[in-house]
């Protein structure tokens, strides 16, 4: 995703739940983050995801699902976050997505903590959409206003596309999860030539009354600018959109993910973006404005960075942040 543009509210001040949970919820962000400074001090930045492997293009772990799809390299293109055009270049991906309207399906639950529990991964954009511009470059209403149905997706500057870093943490992450028992579904899987619109990915979530939706997307910022961070739903009531009733429990899910993203992966929360705390509130992306269950959305660092590049483009660090996210959601259902 490229934050190019758009006004972002600053995070709301918290809303502190009665009780044990409370507590332990209020110290978890800020005990993560003080820890990963601690962590940068003492040499131990994320730089090189803390792993012997940070090269371009590393492997995914043996036990790790791999990209179901080759390489994208679209151009560094829009999403949600800002008005220019997705990009018509083609990229290397070969073959043509077959057309299907339904989410990826997950495989049947198994036993597990998480039993019962519903996860909606939505890996943001389709690898395809590039090809197919005038379709999504169609509006739709997301509630406060209109907006693009999608766009291409961001890339690093020697061509690893978004949608193909999206595409493999939410394959890592799905093989997470549903060894603790959930029943998790994608929005795409690369299984369609395109899309889902916005607003279909949110209906997604919406219909199977998913417990949590994570929308995992990477940034197409400046140089320099690096660091993760997490996007959350603002209180917005107008036409189709009504977001008054997941704002709070949105803000528990986004905390718990940022927090546990810190542990997992060793970065820190953007320096560009949200003040430092890791957290930003929106109110104009229509994923988070016609969601109807808990919804955040995650810059998992940026692409046009080098060093966060770096990062992004090494498989042992995206299963790291696979499984920040994961603990992340996990935490928050369980309670």
Not at 96 to 112: D, E, L, M, R
């Amino acid at each position: 995703m490229s934050y190019t543009g758009p006004d972002f509210d600053p995070p709301p001040s918290r809303r502190f739940r009665r009780g044990p949970l409370t507590v332990a919820l209020a110290a978890l962000v800020p005990g993560a983050l003080l820890g990963w400074a601690v962590y940068a001090a003492v040499g131990g930045s994320g730089d090189d995801g803390g792993d012997a492997s940070t090269s371009a293009g590393a492997s995914a772990s043996a036990s790790s699902p791999a990209p179901s799809s080759a390489d994208a390299s679209p151009p560094d293109g829009p999403d949600e976050s800002d008005g220019k055009k997705p990009s018509t270049s083609p990229d290397s991906a070969s073959g043509s997505a077959s057309a299907s309207s339904s989410p990826s399906a997950s495989a049947p639950a198994g036993t597990g903590p998480l039993k019962g529990k519903v996860v909606v991964i939505d890996p943001g954009h389709n690898p395809g959409n590039f090809r197919h511009t005038a379709e999504i470059n169609r509006q739709v209403d997301i509630g406060t206003n209109s907006k693009e149905c999608d766009t291409t997706g961001t890339s690093t500057n020697d061509g690893f596309s978004e949608a193909k870093f999206t595409l493999d943490v939410a394959h890592r992450m799905r093989a997470l999860l549903e060894a603790q028992g959930a029943t998790v579904k994608l929005t795409q899987d690369d299984d369609r030539p395109f899309g889902p619109c916005i607003d279909e990915r949110a209906r997604i979530g919406n219909k199977a009354k998913a417990d949590a939706v994570v929308s995992i997307h990477a940034d197409g910022s400046g140089t320099g600018n690096r660091g993760f961070h997490v996007i959350l739903p603002g209180p917005v009531n107008s036409g189709a959109a009504d977001t008054r009733a997941i704002v709070e429990p949105s803000r528990e899910l986004g905390e718990r993910i940022a927090g546990n993203f810190v542990r997992a992966t060793g970065n820190g929360p953007s320096n560009y973006v949200g003040g430092g705390t890791g957290l930003v509130t929106r109110k104009d992306l229509g994923g988070l404005n016609l969601s109807t269950v808990p919804k955040v959305f995650i810059e998992c660092g940026n692409m046009r960075d080098s060093k966060d590049a770096a990062l992004l483009t090494s498989g042992a660090w995206r299963q790291k942040a696979a499984r920040g996210i994961s603990e992340g959601i996990a935490s928050f259902l369980r309670g």
